[in-house]
């Protein structure tokens, strides 16, 4: 055996690896508590990975819809990976070019830009070492960029690989007019390297279309997941975050999706990590995958930038899936305190348990998670970024709501415009249809102003059914949806939001909530009714909680009825073709009189502890419904 493999051979290099381990580890207290744990590990990663097999665990199939585009003026000619070509394609008209059509493609398709993201195989492979390697970028790409320029067309840049692979790259980056990147700390490279300051942020985001809460099949019947890649021969930190977060789930029932199950060495989970290991899914079936789980680990190969963090958080967040992570920097300037960190194997444990244990404190950091992410990270806002920057116009989607108030009862004016004026939903219009009673028009649309309301009075006689002080307000509506709303019942400060952005990802034609809570005055007890219909569809909804676009609401009308108003409402709605979707349980309460004589439906408290649900506190619930 030649001398150069005893002294440079894989063995030489494991004893001092160790070595030094065993060194730090009698001066550092902290590297010698890690210790025991990276031995485990580096054993366990030597032992040969077990045969591929079927996927021992079946998830449910998500539905992937095929439209329609938040933005059909607008068509985008791109190179993307298949992550983002499905993410992006309900943004804008989507049109795949490859090297040797693009020509043909562009002359018989008009496009408004050119996208490109850094991709290893985009669009469907077809672009391979395009951007980089020896030689890269090809000549097929720089000739493409070059005719976009000449014909007047911008052309974007989008570097998803940063910051590790900036430099692999860069030279596909200077083809563009605009460059964006997922790291902040890389905005100044580039405008160096670049010579000029056509830079942005573009981080990773959710497509509610397909990341979204929606419950297929049982729902969150498994525990805890972990998907991904192991890399053997590189990313030693992320190696360590996932000896960090995945060991400690092992003996909690961790199941692991590898990407690339049964395929290279180099990727295949090692030891008691391979033993978890129960199958691979292409993409689409993942998505299925994220609300099949109670809770989602994550680990970061990228620990240092406070914008890059793997897509993977934005999508389970919005999926309402609770989320257990290795440190990163990104995750608290994104997602704050509803993506848990754990730095450390005990905590690691200490919070899985709490997770899964906890269905309140669970469900509670996730619907935190789902209402940030939608708000402030959808491929809408990034969309709309790239679409400003090179100077084409976008305008914001309508999603006004009048919320329609029939009340028989003046003394509760008061109260219906101080819960409106909570609501956190902007574009708010309060239509308030008053049943047999006047109201000083002038006082009210005062109080409403200066609640920051505007507000519509509608005037019904007392012999008017509920289904006719309905369709009065309906028509008196202005908003896109309409919202029907009671006037004793507590709606929280995100009420309105939640139920509006349901529509996002939905396609439901009327939105609401089924399982709820119901307040019982004369005992103090709260109920939690019918708790499995979360993220459902369903035959029916809470009449309070109805939202539904105005356009249907005139065309499928209110039964002139004084009750069973909402439920023969949804029945034609159903029966039209619609769907009824059911979202969270939470920031609704539908509060029950000591006497039911004052309510539509006029069932007593006995027959409803008696009915389906449970039970869950006395007291009052506005600060445990609300979220």
């Not at 994220?290 to 934005?314: G, P, W």
Request: proline share 7%.
């Amino acid at each position: 055996m030649p001398k150069s493999a005893w002294t440079d051979g894989p063995l030489t290099r494991d004893l001092a690896r160790a070595r030094s381990a065993l060194s730090r580890a009698a001066s550092d207290p902290v590297a010698r508590q890690a210790l025991p744990r990276k031995v485990r590990v580096e054993l366990g990663r030597r032992l040969p990975a077990p045969p591929r097999r079927r996927n021992r665990v079946d998830v449910p199939r998500p539905d992937i819809p095929g439209g329609p585009v938040n933005r059909p003026g607008v068509t985008a000619a791109v190179i993307l990976d298949d992550f983002s070509a499905l993410a992006l394609r309900y943004e804008w008209e989507q049109v795949a070019v490859e090297p040797s059509t693009w020509q043909q493609t562009l002359h018989s398709r008009p496009v408004d830009l050119l996208f490109v993201e850094s991709a290893w195989n985009g669009n469907g492979g077809a672009w391979r070492l395009a951007m980089t390697g020896e030689g890269a970028p090809s000549v097929a790409l720089t000739e493409l960029v070059a005719w976009c320029r000449q014909h007047g067309i911008p052309t974007v840049f989008w570097n998803k690989e940063d910051p590790p692979n900036y430099d692999a790259f860069l030279p596909t980056a200077r083809l563009f007019d605009q460059v964006f990147t997922v790291d902040a700390g890389r905005i100044e490279d580039y405008r160096r390297d670049l010579g000029h300051d056509r830079i942005a942020l573009l981080p990773f985001g959710a497509q509610p279309r397909i990341h979204n809460p929606i419950r297929r099949g049982p729902g969150r019947v498994r525990d805890v997941a972990f998907a991904g890649t192991y890399f053997a021969d590189k990313h030693d930190e992320r190696r360590d975050q996932m000896a960090t977060v995945l060991e400690p789930a092992l003996p909690l029932g961790l199941e692991i999706w590898s990407r690339m199950a049964g395929g290279d060495k180099r990727y295949q989970f090692p030891g008691a990590y391979a033993r978890a290991v129960v199958g691979s899914l292409p993409y689409e079936r993942l998505l299925g995958a994220y609300t099949s789980y109670r809770v989602f680990l994550n680990v970061n190969s990228v620990v240092s930038s406070t914008t890059m963090c793997a897509r993977r958080l934005f999508e389970l967040a919005a999926a309402q899936t609770a989320v257990l992570s290795a440190p990163s920097a990104a995750i608290e300037p994104f997602f704050g305190d509803t993506v848990r960190v754990s730095a450390s194997t005990e905590q690691t444990e200490l919070e899985l348990r709490a997770l899964l244990q906890h269905p309140e404190y669970r469900d509670r950091l996730a619907l935190r998670a789902h209402r940030r992410v939608l708000d402030e990270h959808r491929y809408e806002h990034r969309v709309a970024a790239v679409l400003g920057s090179v100077g084409i116009p976008t305008t914001e989607r309508d999603c006004s709501v009048s919320a329609v108030v029939p009340s028989m009862r003046p003394d509760q004016v008061d109260h219906v415009l101080d819960f409106l004026a909570a609501q956190s939903h902007p574009q708010l219009e309060l239509v308030l249809v008053t049943h047999g009673f006047e109201v000083d028009e002038r006082q009210v649309r005062a109080r409403a102003r200066d609640l920051g309301l505007s507000a519509v009075i509608v005037a019904t006689p007392r012999q008017g059914t509920l289904g006719a002080c309905m369709n009065a307000g309906v028509d008196a509506a202005s908003g896109r949806f309409v919202a029907k709303m009671d006037d004793d019942n507590h709606y929280a400060e995100h009420f309105l939001r939640d139920l509006v952005r349901a529509f996002d990802y939905s396609e439901a034609s009327v939105v609401g909530k089924w399982a709820h809570y119901a307040h019982l005055r004369s005992t103090g007890a709260t109920l939690l009714r019918f708790p499995d219909a979360e993220h459902r569809y369903v035959d029916l909804v809470q009449g309070g909680t109805i939202v539904v676009p105005r356009e249907i609401a005139r065309q499928v009308r209110f039964e002139d009825l004084p009750r069973r108003v909402d439920t023969t409402f949804l029945e034609k709605v159903r029966r039209d073709g619609g769907r009824v979707y059911s979202t969270d349980r939470f920031n609704f309460v539908s509060m029950r009189a000591a006497t039911p004589d004052g309510h539509t439906w006029p069932v007593s408290d006995l027959e409803l502890l008696a009915r389906r649900g449970s039970l869950v506190f006395h007291g009052d619930p506005v600060e445990h419904v609300t979220v």
